[in-house]
């Protein structure tokens, strides 16, 4: 890689070279990459589990292992682009991000598909900084608010696309196979990329912080590990909070440094912008109440109502496709309102969706997923759009990287949060009242029984032991799918109350003002 980094990308002026819109397409691409992956995997968990022999915990850490991976590296991967230049390091995270979907479509063990997803997070984490950086150097102020709504339509194109494809996919090929899509996709975007985009980086800056990079990943380690671990270790177990207490103790040696750093990593004067501050802090809590939710989502279409992966996909197509619509239209929201009532609109709406959601029943029917999902969509544009012009177009063009890097990371801390804390009390509650729901039906279970099915209700899947009684399955599944929709509608109501939080604290963020010629501290 350091070889790579030192090697030069660019050749000379030809046509098309360095062009906005030509730019905001190649950087599209390898955006389109990522989500593609990311939405045919939540399609392919429940075979994933199937085929491997996985549990709750390994099918969480295909989804934790990749966000644990980008949130200890993004903001050093933001960096890295600063220093080298946003396009190599794109193109670097572009190649590496398809080998490694190759890797994963070629493993037959779980523990080796985790591995690979946490490489695959490690090179996603160059990728995804660079690519708002790029965005940020080659639109003018006054059309970067488009520039980031198109860059959102793609991500709706491409997560509209993904359920059905890997639907299609799974039911037809193989789980493996959802992977292989990434590799043609990652070869035109490594094409178009080194044809079209043009190299920038910052002039002021001229090395590393080593000492900030170490105690920054170690402290995002931690605090993430924590979030991870805590529903198996236990919320007040000993190494929870040690995790925990790792994360505080290391952060506040982070803080400590970078106030010392001569070229620190992560400036500490960009937080002197409140809109920065804030948009980080809605960026954690939108991804809390999204990722949260989402990840259930999918055992309640193929565990409760028994649909095949592509039907699963269909009903989240309105979502994604929602979101081609909305995403630009967010960033002409932007640019004529400002950031505040785009924001706060659109978390309330999010909040309205996830309500909707909570009160879904047994035998919810297409329109009654389709609504709220087509809700989402023009809930979470305006925040994903604002958040992040709020953040990148907010900071001085030399630090578009770590700004970039911030953004992703606040992204991926908030999905882990959300899955993890939405995951524990979805199970505390389905542990609470499966005994209720296993006496309706008369079937006894003792203290030890409820705790061995907590974890696979929780997955929307009913534990029917083989040669069971039609009668008796028939009641056992009833008493689960109603227990795992109690703890689904008890997650839902959390997101609710999440997304309203985010909404009045949107009300405090401040038009976006271009601070380019703002001296940030850098030594």
Not at 462 to 469: Q, Y
Request: proline share 5%.
């Amino acid at each position: 890689m350091a070889q790579a980094l030192a090697a030069p990308v660019d050749a000379p002026a030809r046509r098309g070279h360095g062009h906005p819109w030509l730019t905001l397409l190649a950087v599209a691409l390898g955006v389109i990459m990522v989500m593609l992956d990311g939405t045919v995997v939540a399609i392919a968990n429940p075979v994933i589990g199937k085929e491997l022999g996985a549990s709750l915990s390994d099918l969480q850490w295909i989804t934790s292992g990749y966000l644990l991976a980008l949130a200890v590296f993004l903001i050093t991967a933001g960096k890295l682009g600063d220093l080298f230049g946003h396009k190599r390091v794109f193109l670097i995270g572009i190649a590496g991000f398809a080998l490694t979907s190759l890797a994963i479509g070629l493993t037959s063990s779980i523990g080796m598909l985790i591995t690979f997803r946490v490489l695959q997070g490690l090179f996603g984490a160059l990728l995804q900084p660079a690519a708002l950086a790029l965005l940020r150097a080659a639109f003018p102020a006054e059309r970067l608010n488009m520039a980031i709504g198109i860059w959102g339509a793609a991500i709706g194109v491409s997560s509209a696309a993904g359920p059905i494809i890997g639907g299609l996919l799974v039911e037809n090929v193989s789980w493996q196979s959802v992977f292989f899509i990434n590799v043609p996709v990652g070869v035109i975007a490594l094409i178009v990329g080194l044809w079209v985009i043009k190299e920038s980086r910052s002039e002021s800056l001229s090395r590393v912080d080593i000492p900030g990079v170490l105690l920054l990943s170690g402290a995002m380690f931690c605090l993430v590990w924590a979030i991870i671990k805590a529903p198996g270790y236990g919320w007040g177990d000993a190494k929870t909070i040690g995790f925990f207490a790792g994360a505080v103790v290391l952060g506040a040696a982070f803080l400590v440094w970078q106030a010392r750093a001569a070229e620190p990593l992560l400036p500490l004067t960009l937080f002197r912008n409140a809109s920065v501050s804030i948009g980080t802090a809605l960026m954690v809590l939108m991804a809390f109440s999204m990722f949260g939710a989402m990840f259930f989502l999918t055992f309640y279409f193929q565990g409760v109502h028994g649909l095949s992966p592509l039907e699963s996909g269909m009903r989240m197509l309105p979502m994604s496709a929602g979101m081609i619509v909305a995403s630009p239209l967010a960033g002409l929201a932007l640019s004529r309102f400002g950031p505040r009532v785009p924001i706060a609109v659109g978390m309330l709406i999010t909040a309205t969706s996830m309500f909707l959601l909570s009160r879904l029943g047994l035998e919810a029917g297409y329109l009654d997923t389709a609504i709220p999902f087509a809700l989402l969509a023009f809930g979470l544009s305006p925040v994903m759009v604002g958040a992040t012009e709020v953040i990148v177009g907010n900071s001085p063009e030399e630090h578009s990287g770590v700004a970039g890097g911030m953004q992703q990371s606040a992204m991926q801390v908030g999905g882990s949060l959300g899955t993890a804390v939405l995951g524990a009390l979805i199970t505390a509650k389905v542990a609470d009242v499966l005994p209720g729901h296993l006496a309706a039906v008369q079937i006894p279970a003792t203290a030890a029984q409820v705790e061995a099915m907590k974890n696979v209700v929780a997955l929307g899947v009913a534990p029917v032991p083989p040669g069971a009684p039609k009668a008796v399955a028939e009641a056992l599944t009833q008493a689960a799918h109603s227990s795992f929709l109690e703890g689904m509608h008890f997650g839902f109501g959390v997101s609710v109350a999440v997304a309203v939080l985010a909404a009045i604290l949107a009300l405090f963020v401040k038009a976006g003002r271009k601070t380019a010629d703002v001296p940030v501290h850098v030594g």
